[in-house]
């Protein structure tokens, strides 16, 4: 019962003692109407009581950062009972906050929506909803809990490129050409014995000196990736989204190619996602990038350790981080030394200077700067310089 439906009990109860007390028979009708109105209003919500499901979605085409985004609700109350007279719909949703929604419409399916505004990257779900059902006169409500297993993604919003900064990196300083590498490599699947006329350069040593006889490894073609992607994703990270947006834009420029591609986050948890041209694919990557959240502990550098990993078993390495230490620096400079291509994308969000950029371009790491407000597009179409990747 609300405190306006107990007012009105109370109400009614001192009518009725005042007409007791000064035998006013005119005011009995007055005090059983108002008693018997509370107390029809508190039934009639414990007969509205009953299971609500809740369909929650957000209208319209895909949602990517900035837009508006129309959300649609609906309830339904099922298994019979009297109808309420109001429904009110209310929500807790991650990132969002609290709303209380008035759903409109009569009987047992009642619907409403709202309108979110320049809403940001990300991924939110709906943590709690429930529904506060009412009698016309706001006397009597009662509140009943909704599953909740409803979720909206708003990706970020990429650019599209043409041409990529570290496309110059197929050459070394002096000019020389890189090595270019097969999209596949070959993994050791069993050994078996030597035949006539097969090169040395297979022979098992070690089986051979065990069994006193030649043997030679059987081999099986392993498919590489050619580009991985790894999105640093450390806690205070000051442009995360614009790193998410360059990471996700040079993704798919080299999916559009028909390259291989593998997204690596470096967050609390490490998600890898495969892409290609496909929509599927793309999909999956642009949830993953929708999701993403600077939560991790571990520096970009550490991914760049596992030798068995997508990161440095891909052909070609992109890192896009937002702080660039002199460990990072050094393994990238390794990785160009042993003829690997390797690149970096530099998220500045505080507008300092970075020396090891300086280092990086040095040895030949194509190097490019993204900042805030400027033109992504252009940022990543072309290696920056070394003066203004330092100021």
């Given at each position: 019962m609300t405190r306006r439906g107990r007012l009105v009990l109370l109400v009614g109860v001192a009518v009725y003692l005042v007409a007791w007390a000064f035998g006013s028979r005119a005011l009995y009708p007055l005090a059983v109407g108002l008693i018997v109105t509370a107390l029809a209003a508190w039934a009639w919500m414990r007969l509205a009581r009953r299971p609500v499901r809740l369909a929650h979605s957000g209208r319209g085409p895909d949602h990517y950062e900035g837009d508006d985004v129309d959300v649609r609700v609906e309830v339904e109350l099922t298994r019979g009972g009297l109808p309420p007279s109001t429904v009110v719909l209310n929500e807790r949703m991650s990132k969002l906050g609290e709303r209380a929604t008035r759903l409109e419409g009569s009987g047992s399916r009642r619907s409403g929506g709202y309108l979110l505004e320049r809403v940001p990257r990300g991924r939110y779900e709906?943590?709690?909803?429930?529904?506060?059902?009412?009698?016309?006169?706001?006397?009597?409500?009662?509140?009943?809990?909704?599953?909740?297993?409803?979720?909206?993604?708003?990706?970020?919003?990429?650019?599209?490129?043409?041409?990529?900064?570290?496309?110059?990196?197929?050459?070394?300083?002096?000019?020389?050409?890189?090595?270019?590498?097969?999209?596949?490599?070959?993994?050791?699947?069993?050994?078996?014995?030597?035949?006539?006329?097969?090169?040395?350069?297979?022979?098992?040593w070690r089986s051979t000196a065990k069994r006193a006889r030649l043997m030679v490894k059987e081999l099986e073609d392993a498919p590489r990736d050619e580009v991985a992607v790894v999105l640093d994703a450390q806690k205070g990270t000051p442009a995360f989204d614009l790193q998410v947006r360059a990471a996700g834009s040079i993704l798919f420029a080299h999916a559009s190619r028909n390259r291989r591609a593998v997204l690596v986050v470096n967050g609390a948890t490490q998600e890898v996602v495969q892409t290609s041209a496909s929509e599927g694919d793309r999909r999956r990557a642009l949830e993953v990038l929708a999701g993403a959240e600077p939560d991790g502990?571990?520096?970009?550098?550490?991914?760049?350790?596992?030798?068995?990993?997508?990161?440095l078993a891909a052909l070609e390495l992109v890192v896009v981080t937002g702080a660039v230490t002199r460990v990072l620096v050094d393994r990238l400079v390794q990785r160009r030394m042993a003829h690997r291509q390797v690149s970096l994308v530099y998220a500045d969000g505080n507008g300092g200077k970075e020396p090891g950029l300086l280092r990086l371009q040095a040895a030949g790491v194509p190097v490019a700067v993204v900042r805030e407000g400027e033109d992504l597009a252009a940022a990543l179409g072309r290696p920056s310089y070394a003066e203004a990747a330092y100021g």
């Open positions: 709906l943590q709690d909803a429930s529904a506060v059902l009412e009698d016309p006169f706001g006397l009597a409500h009662t509140e009943v809990e909704l599953p909740h297993a409803s979720t909206i993604l708003v990706y970020p919003r990429l650019v599209e490129l043409g041409r990529l900064f570290s496309d110059a990196g197929a050459s070394l300083p002096e000019g020389r050409r890189l090595l270019m590498h097969k999209t596949s490599g070959f993994d050791l699947h069993s050994v078996r014995d030597y035949q006539e006329g097969e090169s040395l350069r297979r022979v098992h502990a571990r520096p970009p550098e550490a991914v760049l350790v596992d030798e068995a990993g997508p990161a």
